[in-house]
């Protein structure tokens, strides 16, 4: 992985946050909330890349009057927060995905960060019983990590799959029989698995989610994470990128319903 940057990071102290790629595109709209409310804050100070991200290029999703352009995985730093983002907008070929999760946690590794964190879902409709009422999101933790999520009977650590719930969904690629079954949840797994082979602390805020509109999931997820790393008190909104006004097309005309 070549990383191509505007300025030395040194990651001692600081966070590592990215998105998951996972079911509603859930991590990336989480992470547009942060950059876009801390816009203030934010420096880009460089973009990743590998084989495995399919090339893309577009406007800038955070302004409509930068005449800059935006690429694929990009790379960000809000010292305030002590926090060190990459936002990913574009898709992992599925034969170098492993590599490029192996990269990427090694990358973290080299920086020593404190801690990365993935942002992200799980689908919605693999879940246990008890899993349909109460809080709709989970935190994962692997054996290095030492976030201390808030202690509370709505923080729910991610709870195993029963096998029977895994052999039912075989034909939807879901993967079982432990604790980090996480169906259509991206490279949550991938990296929660890497980050343990090199013992590098690693954590993840994940809510249940199905297609549709993920707004809310995001907001979820964002407040989450806002609320673990206590940075809530600093920022009392989120605020909405411009580029969100092309998410979902226009309303339905109200001449459709009589």
């Known amino acids: 992985m070549d990383f191509y940057i505007g300025r030395k990071i040194e990651g001692q102290g600081y966070f590592l946050v990215f998105p998951s790629l996972s079911l509603g595109n859930v991590g990336q709209l989480s992470i547009d909330l942060l950059l876009q409310s801390f816009s ?16 893309v290029v577009g406007h800038s999703p955070y302004s409509i009057d930068v005449a800059e352009l935006y690429l694929g995985c990009e790379v960000y730093i809000i010292d305030k927060l002590k926090l060190i983002v990459v936002q990913i907008r574009t ?17 973290a590794k080299e920086l020593k960060v404190n801690e990365m964190i993935l942002l992200g879902s799980s689908s919605s409709n693999v879940r246990k019983d008890q899993q349909m009422v109460g809080p709709q999101y989970r ?55 890497a980050s343990n082979e090199i013992r590098m602390p690693m954590s993840a805020i994940l809510s249940f989610t199905s297609e ?47």
């Open 40 to 55: 203030d804050e934010v420096e880009k100070v460089g973009y990743l890349n590998h084989p495995s991200l399919l090339p």
């Open 91 to 107: 898709l992992l070929t599925k034969s170098r995905r492993s590599d490029f999760v192996r990269k990427l946690v090694s990358w």
């Open 139 to 193: 935190y994962l933790k692997n054996d290095f990590s030492t976030l201390e999520y808030p202690r509370s009977e709505n923080w729910i650590k991610f709870e195993p799959l029963p096998k029977y719930i895994i052999e039912v969904n075989r034909n939807e690629n879901i993967e079982g029989g432990d604790s980090i079954s996480i169906p259509f949840g991206g490279i949550c797994k991938a990296v929660y698995q």
């Open 212 to 258: 549709g509109n993920n707004i809310p999931d995001a907001l979820l997820v964002i407040d989450k994470f806002s609320e673990a790393l206590q940075i809530s008190s600093k920022k009392s909104e989120w605020v909405f990128p411009p580029s969100w006004i092309h998410l979902y097309g226009r309303p339905a005309p109200k001449s459709l319903f009589g």
